[in-house]
């Protein structure tokens, strides 16, 4: 999973050759998650003044963020049992675990809001990710029922908090969040991350649980696989077309143009690029899917994408897995590859030449990795997190091993 300190290969429980094949998926859509970041962070969104995105923001704006939480919810699943999830003091220790691992990647991510600039570049998903695990602990446990339950939950009522509470909550003390804004503006720090930030954690958990979900199945079944791609094509597709009806047949458009203060053409741009805030009291904001607008509809729009993404690489990976070796091999430190790519960013060198500084850092990152796993197999930063996470488990589970459910 994201910002782990296990290749995915290695989680409990994975130990025939297909589950190892099928893994292999899951790290190549890791991997390409990362190159979409890297994509929205550093390429040109479009042109504003024509209202005319960019390929590279109509590819992965809102969806590689939202992919990589999915797959976040995935490797949760896999390191907490897989389909015979743990219980007793094994579930125990993996709750434990994951504390120990939010904490620790909510640190980095406060550690690299120092070095970013006032006007940042990119907003760092980093310690948004802390909030997401805490957030997760109690849920661990669930089956893939409860998990996907609770997933349209968040998904329906996270919007309407943020777009409800949005005016009585505090503003933002800083883009990137800081060791000193969390003690000095422990308030404004929580709204952010719980509910106004780019990354909301209330609603990204929405993605979270849907990828523990899927965690929690049999991954490595033909027949799965093919459900995950056709479930999220199926979710894509309604949602893009639930919204477009909603504001073009029943009347969505005119009413946000008579709520908001936008003309319409501010308004059709504010349907791309997103609206600079959603405080105008009415509900019809809810049925648009901007990206990051995290919107029920934007919200079943990238995970729709996500899970289609999942199936494919999961199809594909069983039987072509050294194919995917840039990918893959990316893909099990991204927690190392994504700090490295913020602090590059930080030095905003990449403004004049965008695609020549993204084929860098792509390159560089593919280099980086598949050397890196053939000397050492896990990443730096990964190396450190599962060291952390290992040496806080063994205290908790001692001498036993905890029980499966079966």
Known sequence: MPWTGKSARTEPGEASARSARRLVGVDAARGLAIIGLMAIHLLPDGSEEAGEPSWAWILFSGKSAALFALLAGVGLALASGGRRRHEGRAMTADRVG?????????????????????????????????AFFLLAVPFLHL??????ASAAGFGILAPILALRLGEVLPDFVSQNPTFSDLVTEPGAVTAQLMLTGTYPALAYLTYVFVGLGIGRLDLGRTGVQIRILVVGAGLAICAQTASYLLLYAFGGFERLLNASSLSERDLREALIWGPDEMSDPTGWWLVITTPHTNTPLAIATSLGVGLIIVGVFLLVGSKAGPWLL?????GTMTLTLYTAHLVGLSRELHYDQPY???????????????AWQRALRQGPLERVVAAAVKGTRRLVVGGSGGTMRK
Request: proline letters at 7%; charged letters at 10%; aromatic letters at 10%.
């Open 98 to 130: 994951l504390v120990v691992r939010a904490v620790l990647i909510a640190a980095v991510g406060l550690c690299i809001g120092t070095v970013m600039p006032e006007d940042a570049p990119t907003d760092n998903i980093l310690i948004y990710y802390g």
């Open 326 to 330: 840039p990918l893959s091999a990316m």
């Open 356 to 370: 020549l500084w993204f084929t860098i850092n792509v390159v560089a990152a593919v280099l980086f990795a598949v």
């Open 143 to 148: 089956g893939p029922k409860a998990l996907f």
